[in-house]
């Protein structure tokens, strides 16, 4: 019979995640981690590197475990194993454990990954700067909602950022992996639109990981925030509002003052504040939208980097928090105040706002308006409306009550956007 693993069951515990919680860190599924604890298998060679990142173990301590571990006589690892970065807990096999979330905070800030192979070449700083226009090109194609040439091309970029890590040291290495990082933020960010929130929060988990390594706490800040909107697309609200807020903060501890730093710093309050709003907290959401406006008003104008933020989306929040508060009339009458510039680079913020109206139109009944506003949303950015959430939402729900049916466009964008699925 198999020899439980009490050791690395302990360890788990004693960082506050469940099995669900690192099988989804892991990717895999919850039956492979109870098999490892219970000594019925033992992780792949592929998996040791991601397991031991995740318990905050260097590969000897984990090896160590998985030998020695099921056997007392022969396990010295426990008196010898680092303090995990959070309190310990009790131990809960089905439910999610409730733990401290700055504590969390913490020990995710201050994970770090193994240094890799140093090595250099002639090419390396061509071989960065072909990576840098890559990773350039993906961010554009996010901000432009063109997501099946975005799945073509992300892919491998990020397979030649972690190939250009390997084969560089020093300031190059750095660079590299600044970029490696900010294409797994998009990655992150798409699977978040995709509705994949557990896959999205383990790649973001990595994200972080790799910023830390390399002290960079704009970049720690960005991941941060594409953390906590990881967290929020799965519901967990409170966590995904401290994630941003401690980005936000991340930034104002480190003095950085430029421009980036500040867009990133406005667009993490954004991302809490969106967070309070989802939780019904309409005071704490406003009070971080006006931090936000503060940020806004710092830049001037609208910052369009690896993150955008200005002016114009704390405008566009306005409208979307009174959409999720049940504000319609007030949503509206936000609208009517915001400007929303024609710029390509916004497109897939200027259809997510025109969606937020189309939202509160619906609300209002007015199915015709709300049909009309999501059309003009598909012809700025198509692939963006046709595969949001609230846009099946939307369309269903017209469908249902038969408020669209003034419109003969209904069904045919219905269809367009899959929300005719039992209509």
């Keep these: 019979m198999a020899e439980a693993r009490s050791d690395l069951t302990q360890r788990r515990e004693a960082l506050g995640l469940t099995k669900t919680n690192l099988a989804r860190l892991l990717e895999v599924n919850r ?55 959070v309190g310990t807990v009790e131990r809960k096999e089905e439910v999610d454990i409730q733990v401290d979330r700055r504590e969390f905070i913490t020990g995710l800030v201050a994970t770090g990954v193994s240094a890799a192979l140093p090595f250099d070449s002639r090419d390396a700083g061509q071989s960065v700067r072909a990576l840098q226009a890559a990773v350039g090109r993906t961010v554009r194609l996010e901000q432009r909602s063109q997501y099946a040439a975005l799945s073509a091309l992300l892919p491998g970029v990020i397979t030649e950022a972690k190939h250009t890590i390997a084969a560089t040291s020093g300031l190059l290495r750095q660079e590299a992996t600044r970029h490696l990082v900010m294409a797994q933020v998009v990655k992150a960010f798409i699977q978040v639109k995709l509705d994949q929130p557990a896959d999205a929060q383990a790649t973001a988990t990595d994200a972080l990981m790799a910023a830390q390594a390399i002290n960079d706490p704009v970049l720690v800040a960005t991941v941060l925030r594409c953390l906590a909107e990881t967290y929020m697309r799965g519901g967990t609200y409170d966590l995904a509002a401290d994630l941003a807020i401690e980005g936000a903060g991340h930034i104002a501890r480190h003095r950085a003052l430029d421009p980036q730093a500040l867009a990133v710093q406005g667009a993490a309050l954004l991302t ?121 939402t939307v369309l269903a729900g017209l469908l249902d009550s038969r408020q669209g049916g003034v419109s003969m466009e209904l069904r045919p964008l219905a269809q367009r956007c899959g929300a005719l699925i039992g209509a």
């Design 31 to 85: 039956a492979t981690v109870h098999r490892w604890e219970s000594g019925e298998s033992t992780p792949r060679p592929e998996m040791r590197s991601p397991l031991a990142r995740a318990l905050q173990l260097t590969m000897q301590e984990l090896d160590q475990i998985l030998r020695c571990d099921g056997d007392p006589a022969k396990s010295t690892v426990k008196s010898s194993l680092p303090a995990p970065m």
């Design 272 to 392: 809490a504040a969106s967070a309070c709003a989802r939780n019904g907290e309409r005071q704490s959401a406003f009070e971080l939208l006006d931090a936000a406006q503060r940020c806004a008003d710092g830049l001037r104008h609208d910052h369009i980097g690896s993150v955008m933020f200005g002016p114009t989306n704390v405008a566009i929040h306005r409208v979307a928090f009174e959409v999720e508060l049940d504000d319609p009339i007030e949503a509206l009458r936000q609208a009517e105040q915001t400007k929303m510039p024609s710029n390509p680079a916004m497109a897939e913020r200027h259809a997510r706002y025109l969606l937020d109206v189309a939202r509160a139109q619906a609300q209002l009944t007015r199915g015709a308006d709300a049909v009309s506003t999501m059309l003009e949303a598909e012809s700025i950015a198509a692939e963006e409306i046709r595969t949001h959430r609230h846009s099946r």
